[in-house]
Structures are given as structure tokens and as C-alpha cells.
């Protein structure tokens, strides 16, 4: 089975500090993602990364950075946390377009609240 | 600019009925469309998909149907179970299943015994 963890189920941080949420996968994935989840917004794409050490902007890259140094592992960094950041973080992983009976791969999400 | 729509934020059936989950689309560059089910505090889980080649897809209980026409697909599920209560988002992408995904909103499907 495919496994997307995400190593921090729930976090509360202050406004102001700089948090790290991990996710590592286990399939040799090329394509690695984060969404945030929010009440009636749906789920919605920060940054994705196609390779290590490359990444692009989603819809939403305000405030987030990203960091892939190995293919397994796709970090989401918020500098300086804020309250409007308090949401649930979901990565994700997939291979590459092209191949068939794939499918993208969700972590079971991370619960940041930042106070 | 919303590209992918689920109109309904709420449906509720009864245990072996029919449930129709409804999904519209802007984007005419999208030629792949996926489902997932999500329950609170996990990650959404992938249920069907539809290539835009298609206009019907089946899997068991649930059928995806595809109008290019009218940028419109659902999602059945015959019959619906109380298990399938979830939160169930549509999704679509450029360029095969495997590039970022753009997702609507989600319907809160609610079977009842």
C-alpha cells in the first residue's frame, strides 16, 4: 500500500514562530504536493514539487515556502505563522503524468492551530 | 475564479437509495476528473476517475458520468450505505491524473438508516 505520513497530526503554534510540517512517502513518487483544507473552500494547492529541488507556486503560496532535498520528503515551512494560517495541511504524492492506473496519494492531513 | 463547482454543500438519502452528487467545471483544458471521500480528521481518499475520452465510468457502487458538453459530471452511488457518509470532492487537472489537482468545494453526503 501507499503510504503519504505526515509526521505531525496536531500542532498548536503562536503567531509569529516558524513552523515545519513534514511528509514523507514510501513509493518512489516524483510529484509531491500541499493543499489546506478550510470549511466551504474546499481543498486548496500551496506549492507542489515535480523533482527534488524543484518546486512551483499552487494558488495560494502567500505566506508558505517549500523544501525538497530528497525525493521522499516534501516539507512545508511557514516563516512567520499567523492566525488566518490555522487550518488542516494535506501532502501528497503521485508519479508523473504519463503512466497509467495512477492515482494521487493523500497523507491522513495535519491539524495547525496558530494562536 | 471558482473552476471547479459543487453546488450542493449538502445531500442527504436514505440507506439503499440512489445518491447523485453533482460537479461542474469552467475549465474546458480539463481532461481528467477524480473523486474523493473524505471523513473528518483524515486525508481525502481516491474513489473513481474519468478520463475525458469517457463519458461513464463504473466501479462497483459508484459511477462517474462524464458531459463534455455541459462541463458537468456526477457521481452515483447505488445503493448508498450509511458508511458512505463523507465529505466527497470532485476534482479535475490538466494534463493527465498525475498534475495538481484543482478541487471544488466538497458535498457533505449523508446516508441515513
Known amino acids: 500500500d501507499v503510504k503519504v505520513t505526515q509526521s505531525s497530526r496536531y500542532l498548536v503554534k503562536r503567531t509569529g514562530e516558524k513552523v515545519f510540517l513534514e511528509c514523507v512517502q514510501d513509493?518512489?513518487?516524483?510529484?509531491m504536493f500541499w493543499y489546506r483544507q478550510d470549511p466551504g473552500l474546499g481543498l486548496r494547492l500551496i506549492y507542489f514539487?515535480?523533482?527534488?529541488?524543484?518546486?512551483e507556486k499552487g494558488d495560494i503560496p502567500e505566506g508558505y515556502s517549500v523544501s525538497r532535498e530528497k525525493k521522499e520528503r516534501f516539507s512545508l515551512i511557514l516563516e512567520s505563522a499567523s492566525t488566518n494560517q490555522t487550518s488542516m495541511y494535506l501532502c501528497a504524492s503521485t508519479y508523473p503524468a504519463g503512466r497509467t492506473g495512477n492515482t494521487i496519494y493523500f497523507g491522513e492531513g495535519s491539524w495547525l492551530t496558530v494562536v | 475564479d471558482q473552476q471547479v463547482k459543487q453546488n450542493s454543500p449538502s445531500l442527504s438519502v436514505q440507506e439503499g437509495r440512489i445518491s447523485i452528487l453533482n460537479c461542474d467545471y469552467t475549465?474546458?483544458?480539463?481532461?481528467?476528473f477524480l473523486w474523493y471521500k473524505k471523513y473528518p480528521a483524515e486525508g481525502p481518499t481516491f474513489l473513481i476517475s474519468?478520463?475525458?475520452?469517457?463519458d461513464k465510468n463504473e466501479d462497483g457502487r459508484f459511477t462517474v458520468f462524464l458531459n463534455k458538453s455541459a462541463k458537468h459530471l456526477s457521481l452515483h452511488i447505488v445503493p448508498s450505505q450509511p458508511g458512505d457518509s463523507a465529505v466527497y470532492f470532485c476534482a479535475a487537472s490538466v494534463g493527465g491524473s498525475n498534475y495538481k489537482l484543482t478541487f471544488g468545494k466538497g458535498t457533505l453526503l449523508t446516508v441515513n438508516p
Open positions: 513509493m518512489d513518487h516524483e510529484n
Open positions: 474519468i478520463s475525458s475520452i469517457k
Open positions: 514539487s515535480y523533482d527534488v529541488k524543484m518546486k
Open positions: 475549465n474546458s483544458m480539463f481532461d481528467y
